[in-house]
């Protein structure tokens, strides 16, 4: 069976979220990735090169210069009925477009699946992934988002797929771009970091946060937050790690402050290695943690910073 892969990017590179979502789609069949974008031929090519990848698809329209779920869902629709699989990354932007090409295909969406069992049936975590639920379903399109911490990323590199250029889809009128603000950092985004430390309510103000921050620079990590330390204002909301955040699964995962509500360990307990520092010995973060360090996180923080610097 066909499969299409709406790939995320930033008009010149693939993000890592649409790899892991192709080693998904390739259990289903032969996969076909939708690059939509303005002036996005440098990230078509990119994707031709992913393997496992058989077509690309190029929507390079003014209408997709900042694609809104709006926009894009027709133009999903309209490719329903060559592609009975309809894949994204369980993302911000995935989560925001797939419902609305579900709902406008009249069918239901299987969201965040973390395996594929058969080509109608899938695993998706539930109870903030405290439960896994298995999902068969009768649908004759599926519309489906992958949590990419549950599969591996495809090879960036090796595959040689076809491009072809597509026309833009009418748009519905619906939404405008009007503008965004963005949060830069030249450190790792949270969703790709091999390396993450986040703090929590522990830290008690936002200006502690720069001990996680000189740490983070150190070990070229990025830096992560609880919902409570975000609820508390200590840092932006995207710097949050859980159910409401982001889902991280970084080969070094290192939770300071952070007591490990289920909120919390829904979105990083798939980390390879899980650090904690707690001065709370019954904190539940040390029920899943690899390593933990019971022990008063401003004693902890600055000895760790020093013993680096060795």
Request: hydrophobic letters at 45%.
């Given at each position: 069976?066909?499969?299409?892969?709406?790939?995320?990017?930033?008009?010149?590179?693939?993000?890592?979220?649409?790899?892991?979502?192709?080693?998904?789609?390739?259990?289903?069949?032969?996969?076909?990735?939708l690059v939509a974008g303005c002036n996005c031929r440098t990230s078509a090519e990119a994707a031709a090169k992913i393997s496992g990848v058989d077509k690309v698809l190029v929507a390079?329209?003014?209408?997709?210069?900042?694609?809104?779920?709006?926009?894009?869902?027709?133009?999903?629709?309209?490719?329903?009925?060559?592609?009975?699989?309809?894949?994204?990354?369980?993302?911000?932007?995935?989560?925001?477009?797939?419902?609305?090409?579900?709902?406008?295909?009249?069918?239901?969406?299987?969201?965040?699946?973390?395996?594929?069992?058969?080509?109608?049936?899938?695993?998706?975590?539930?109870?903030?992934?405290?439960?896994?639920?298995?999902?068969?379903?009768?649908?004759?399109?599926?519309?489906?988002?992958?949590?990419?911490?549950?599969?591996?990323?495809?090879?960036?590199?090796?595959?040689?797929?076809?491009?072809?250029?597509?026309?833009?889809?009418?748009?519905?009128?619906?939404?405008?771009?009007?503008?965004?603000?963005?949060?830069?950092?030249?450190?790792?985004?949270?969703?790709?970091?091999?390396?993450?430390?986040?703090?929590?309510?522990?830290?008690?103000?936002?200006?502690?946060?720069?001990?996680?921050?000189?740490?983070?620079?150190?070990?070229?990590?990025?830096?992560?937050?609880?919902?409570?330390?975000?609820?508390?204002?200590?840092?932006?909301?995207?710097?949050?790690?859980?159910?409401?955040?982001?889902?991280?699964?970084?080969?070094?995962?290192?939770?300071?402050?952070?007591?490990?509500?289920?909120?919390?360990?829904?979105?990083?307990?798939?980390?390879?290695?899980?650090?904690?520092?707690?001065?709370?010995?019954?904190?539940?973060?040390?029920?899943?943690?690899?390593?933990?360090?019971?022990?008063?996180?401003?004693?902890?923080?600055?000895?760790?910073?020093?013993?680096?610097?060795?």
């Amino acid at each position: 069976m066909s499969v299409l892969v709406v790939a995320e990017h930033d008009n010149s590179e693939i993000k890592a979220a649409t790899l892991t979502t192709i080693t998904a789609a390739q259990e289903l069949g032969a996969v076909t990735v939708l690059v939509a974008g303005c002036n996005c031929r440098t990230s078509a090519e990119a994707a031709a090169k992913i393997s496992g990848v058989d077509k690309v698809l190029v929507a390079d329209d003014e209408a997709y210069d900042h694609p809104l779920a709006e926009s894009l869902a027709p133009l999903l629709v309209g490719l329903a009925s060559d592609y009975p699989n309809l894949l994204a990354p369980a993302t911000t932007s995935g989560k925001n477009l797939m419902p609305r090409v579900a709902a406008l295909l009249d069918v239901a969406q299987i969201s965040e699946i973390t395996s594929v069992e058969s080509p109608d049936t899938f695993v998706r975590p539930i109870y903030a992934g405290n439960a896994m639920e298995t999902v068969q379903t009768s649908d004759a399109i599926k519309v489906i988002t992958v949590r990419g911490t549950a599969f591996e990323a495809a090879p960036a590199e090796g595959g040689s797929a076809v491009l072809e250029d597509i026309p833009a889809a009418a748009d519905p009128g619906l939404s405008s771009f009007v503008g965004a603000e963005l949060t830069k950092s030249e450190r790792p985004e949270l969703t790709s970091a091999g390396i993450i430390i986040s703090g929590g309510r522990g830290m008690q103000s936002g200006d502690n946060f720069s001990m996680i921050e000189e740490i983070a620079d150190k070990l070229g990590a990025a830096v992560g937050a609880s919902r409570a330390a975000v609820d508390a204002g200590f840092v932006p909301n995207d710097y949050q790690v859980g159910q409401t955040g982001k889902v991280v699964a970084p080969e070094l995962y290192i939770a300071v402050g952070i007591s490990g509500a289920i909120q919390h360990l829904a979105g990083m307990k798939d980390s390879k290695v899980i650090v904690a520092i707690n001065k709370d010995e019954e904190a539940p973060i040390f029920q899943v943690a690899d390593y933990g360090l019971v022990e008063d996180l401003f004693k902890a923080l600055p000895d760790f910073s020093a013993e680096l610097d060795k």
